[in-house]
């Protein structure tokens, strides 16, 4: 807040010293008005020499007012032209452009752009830091998130996006909170993939043991949508794990079948040869 009336009051100054020295700078270059200088040094000059008589010096002095002060103002306006100490317009000014950028600035702050502001730069700066940092960290970022996700205008595009940055950093806790807050707050609006990503999430949260929370995950998955291909992986995973190699094979085949990237059915091949290589020995 401080830096922002600070930045304010510079912004104005800065325009106060502008409007301040315009007038000054603007008549020291005026035409006109070096032509009424030029005009008295002039007739001083003509006034001066003595061996010109009262007439000759009154026509001089005509011809040079007719050549040098025919386009200048006339005395009133000429003052106001060179005024050098003009106070009230570029006060004037500055207030003006005070209020104008402190209301661009402190009324969206006023309505919550500032507590925005602050979750944007801690989650940001969460995302960016160390991971010795990130420990310390992680508590107020989760705090900073639950506020975020329970605000009303918060879209469910924006809780999903930000699942899949703290995923790209291994934050699978993180991640996982946000899929639950998702699931929770858009049940019906959200794609049934979703269900078995967070199943995904969990496992690795979980360091890759299917703990009670993972297998309920699991199940739901699996019951919205039978064919999804990540729910099928970690079904086949489980199954594996449990030495129910042919139960996996068939899991990771149906995977297999129903993803369209290749990188995920060349990652299911390989997990498909490893059971293969196995039952060949």
């Not at 002039?42 to 061996?51: D, Q, T």
């Not at 705090?143 to 329970?150: A, C, G, K, T, W």
Request: charged share 25%; glycine share 2%.
């Amino acid at each position: 807040m401080f830096y922002l009336l600070l930045t304010i009051t510079l912004i104005s100054l800065i325009i106060y010293t502008i409007v301040s020295f315009y007038p000054t700078n603007r008549s020291a270059y005026d035409r006109r008005e070096q032509n009424i200088e030029l005009f008295k040094a002039e007739k001083k000059n003509l006034e001066l020499n003595p061996n010109l008589s009262q007439e000759s010096i009154n026509l001089l002095v005509n011809e040079r007012e007719q050549i040098l002060l025919q386009d200048v103002p006339k005395e009133k306006e000429l003052v106001v032209l060179t005024q050098k100490k003009a106070v009230f317009k570029p006060v004037f000014i500055s207030v003006i452009t005070f209020l104008a950028i402190s209301v661009i600035y402190f009324q969206p702050l006023s309505l919550g752009s500032l507590d925005d502001l602050q979750t944007h730069q801690a989650i940001y700066g969460f995302i960016a830091a160390d991971l010795k940092t990130r420990d310390i960290e992680r508590e107020s970022v989760i705090q900073e998130l639950n506020s975020f996700v329970n605000k009303t205008e918060t879209t469910a595009s924006e809780i999903y996006s930000l699942s899949n940055e703290f995923r790209d950093i291994n934050e699978f806790l993180i991640s996982s909170l946000l899929l639950k807050s998702l699931i929770s707050k858009f049940s019906d609006e959200i794609p049934a993939a979703i269900f078995a990503e967070y199943a995904q999430i969990l496992f690795f949260k979980e360091k890759n043991i299917f703990s009670e929370e993972v297998d309920t995950a699991l199940q739901i998955a699996l019951k919205k949508s039978p064919v999804n291909a990540i729910a099928l992986t970690l079904k086949g995973i489980k199954y594996f794990q449990e030495g129910e190699t042919d139960l996996a094979l068939n899991s990771w085949e149906k995977a297999k079948e129903n993803t369209k990237y290749e990188s995920e059915k060349a990652s299911i091949q390989e997990a498909i040869n490893t059971i293969k290589s196995m039952k060949n020995q």
